[in-house]
């Protein structure tokens, strides 16, 4: 596809219940980026790739995220044991060349995720 | 710790008028600032990308200025028009770390 596509782009989750959001960044894209956003507030940095390599995790707000891109395209995002504080918007971007390059990012338009 | 902020939080404006939008950080060692547009329900969308070497970067209505030494990024609209209806955000780029973002100025173009 021509821009990057995210899935589900909702996702409703009973409290305890794990989720995987799916992103396809665009082709040949290097970097891939995780974004949290929460109502009202700008984006807020959860992970990094660059192809497969998982070079930034510091933003993961604990243990119970986990993110990966074994084969350095798609990449997924889980989240076990949902709680509902984990309620946002999950944004997927990526970027032609390593972060800070002079390039731009390019966002998906996200996964909406409510835990009830 | 970079942190980025935006004022003012909200702005109405009828349609025609132009219009700065203001975004503050506090680390001035920064690699670039981007301005987005980001559409209820939707992703974000890159506008302007200066890098810290530039003052400013022009595209179309918009204008946007980046002065590192004061930590200060404005993005001027000229001529707004309803469609211009969006919520804008700044993010910051500080060396070999990734982008930090403001919280954002929703703005309304009334017709």
């Known amino acids: 596809g021509a821009g990057v596509s995210q899935s589900p782009r909702y996702k409703v989750a009973k409290r305890g219940q794990d989720v995987a959001l799916r992103c396809d960044p665009i082709?040949?894209?290097?970097?891939l980026f995780w974004y949290q956003q929460a109502l009202g507030q700008g984006p807020e940095f959860l992970t990094y790739?660059?192809?497969?390599?998982?070079?930034?995790k510091s933003g993961l707000p604990s243990d119970r995220f986990f993110a990966e891109r074994p084969e350095g395209s798609v990449s997924t995002l889980k989240i076990q044991r949902t709680q509902q504080e984990d309620s946002a918007v999950y944004l997927c971007?990526?970027?032609?060349?390593?972060?800070?390059?002079?390039?731009?990012?390019?966002f998906g338009e996200g996964s909406w995720l409510t835990v009830v | 710790k970079q942190e980025v902020t935006q004022i003012p939080a909200a702005l109405s404006v009828p349609e025609g008028e132009n219009l700065v939008l203001n975004c503050s950080f506090t680390?001035?060692?920064?690699?670039?600032l981007q301005w987005f547009r980001q559409d209820p329900g939707k992703g974000l969308t890159s506008l302007l990308l200066?890098?810290?070497?530039?003052r400013e970067q022009t595209s179309g209505r918009l204008n946007a200025s980046l002065d590192k030494s004061s930590g200060r990024s404005t993005l001027y609209i000229a001529a707004s028009q309803p469609g211009d209806s969006a919520t804008y955000l700044c993010?910051?780029?500080?060396?070999?770390?990734?982008?930090?973002f403001g919280p954002g100025t929703r703005l309304s173009v009334l017709p």
């Open positions: 971007a990526s970027s032609p060349l390593e972060p800070n390059s002079g390039n731009t990012i390019y």
């Open positions: 082709s040949g894209h290097v970097s």
């Open positions: 790739f660059q192809n497969e390599a998982q070079l930034d």
């Open positions: 680390d001035s060692a920064i690699y670039n």
């Open positions: 200066i890098q810290s070497s530039q």
């Open positions: 993010a910051v780029g500080n060396y070999g770390q990734n982008f930090v």
